[in-house]
Nanobody, 124 residues
Framework: QLQVVESGGGLVQAGGSLRLSCTVS????????MGWFRQAPGKEREGISC????????YYADSVKGRFTISRDNAKNILYLQMNSVKPEDSAMYYC?????????????????WGQGTQVTVSS
């Protein structure tokens, strides 16, 4: 079973940057598409980015397009989310998840393997 652990969250000022990491173990990492999701208090879980198994295709929600970059290192079994020009509305719990398919979609219901999340708080 795929095991997923997020790290890198914290407090950052608006306009700043943060890089989240997601370490994966348990199964062959490049058999899985991966995604980043977030959920703020009182709001639904939102798919913000995903990446195909090879890393050559990525997708972004409009809310983060041009500011966030997803990437993966299949040799190290790590997924990344580089967050630039962050805004207070980016504050949320951020989750990494794996999909039992090599091709990614941005809908969270299609992902079976989830981490515990890492909190990102953006101050204004």
């Amino acid at each position: 079973q795929l095991q997923v652990v997020e790290s890198g969250g914290g407090l950052v000022q608006a306009g700043g940057s943060l890089r989240l990491s997601c370490t994966v173990s348990g199964l062959t990492f490049d058999d899985y598409a991966m995604g980043w999701f977030r959920q703020a208090p009182g709001k639904e879980r939102e798919g913000i980015s995903c990446i195909h198994w090879s890393g050559d295709r990525t997708y972004y929600a409009d809310s983060v397009k041009g500011r966030f970059t997803i990437s993966r290192d299949n040799a190290k079994n790590i997924l990344y989310l580089q967050m630039n020009s962050v805004k207070p509305e980016d504050s949320a719990m951020y989750y990494c998840a794996g999909r039992s398919n090599r091709w990614c979609v941005i809908q969270w219901v299609d992902y079976a393997y989830w981490g515990q999340g890492t909190q990102v708080t953006v101050s204004s």
